[in-house]
């Protein structure tokens, strides 16, 4: 391993795809269901960090990347793993990975904006954003992060989440370990595992994605890498044409390009929280 027998693992949560999360109440804080929601994503959290010690990971580090990214309970993860809480992060989901790691696990992942049922499914920013294609292929959360990864170097291993997420991040990035929690029936439904089937089933993936390392490929992405963005209106687009290294190319769709795929994500996530900002009609 890169440590010299120390084994790095690195998860990336969010929250839409933990087990028993169907509605968007039970993934804004102060809704209905919200404080119930955070205990179920620390519980997989907590099955996927068990899972890469079973398999003889020496440190996991966890990054909270859902929202407001302060919903992992810290007093009830693993004592064992580290935590990246709070929202100021430039690489959103990605913040703390570096190439000194030796895997990725996306933990309660969502499919992308548009996914045929997937739970909640959405890109990023789901009020703003109607697609996102990175080399004119429409592409998630999972798929883009992973760009990330592959550009330190660090091979993804493990998906959590429905079973549109697994299946789509499968398809993007090959036969990596995939945890279903919950079968999709709509966006605001779902058939999920009980918490204690689905700790068992992501602790066993976890340690099988960590002992088949060696089978997954670095996720590289060829530059240049171009991002386009359709937002949902026309105010979104405009906004981010502040930013001088935007390309206007319709209505509602805005284009980064750089060589350096870190770049292109920092812009690609600039633009999405800045249309982001007009999406409540500020700008009209």
């Not at 391993?1 to 998860?11: A, E, L, P, Q």
């Amino acid at each position: 391993m890169k440590g010299g027998g120390d084994v790095k693992v690195y998860i990336s949560a969010d929250m839409e795809g933990a087990t028993g999360i169907a509605v968007k109440a039970q993934v804004v804080e102060g809704h209905p269901g919200y404080e119930r929601a955070r205990r179920l994503l620390t519980g997989d959290v907590n099955a996927a960090v068990a899972g890469a010690f079973d398999a003889g990971a020496t440190e996991v580090l966890v990054n909270d990347g859902h929202f407001l990214m302060t919903n992992i309970l810290i007093d009830e993860l693993d004592q064992r793993a580290r935590l990246i809480t709070g929202r100021n992060k430039a690489l959103a989901q990605m913040e703390g990975l570096d190439g000194s790691f030796d895997a990725v696990f996306y933990v309660a992942y969502h499919a992308s904006v548009g996914t045929q049922d997937a739970v909640i499914n959405h890109t990023y920013l789901g009020k703003a954003v109607r697609e996102v294609r990175r080399n004119g292929r429409p592409a998630g959360e999972a798929e883009i992060n992973s760009g990330i990864a592959g550009y330190f170097g660090v091979p993804v291993a493990l998906v959590t989440g429905d079973d549109r997420v697994v299946a789509e991040t499968t398809a993007a990035l090959g036969p990596i370990e995939g945890a279903v929690v919950k079968r999709a029936l709509d966006r605001f439904a779902a058939d999920s595992l009980s918490p204690r089937s689905s700790a068992a089933l992501i602790r066993e993936a976890s340690a099988r994605a960590l002992r088949r390392l060696a089978e997954f490929p670095i996720p590289r992405v060829p530059s240049p890498t171009t991002f386009e963005i359709d937002f949902m209106s026309t105010a979104e687009a405009a906004i981010t044409t502040l930013f001088p290294c935007v390309e206007r190319r319709g209505p509602r769709t805005v284009a980064v390009t750089d060589a350096d795929y870190l770049r292109a994500f920092k812009a690609l996530f600039g633009c999405l929280l800045f249309g982001n900002s007009v999406a409540d009609e500020i700008f009209g």
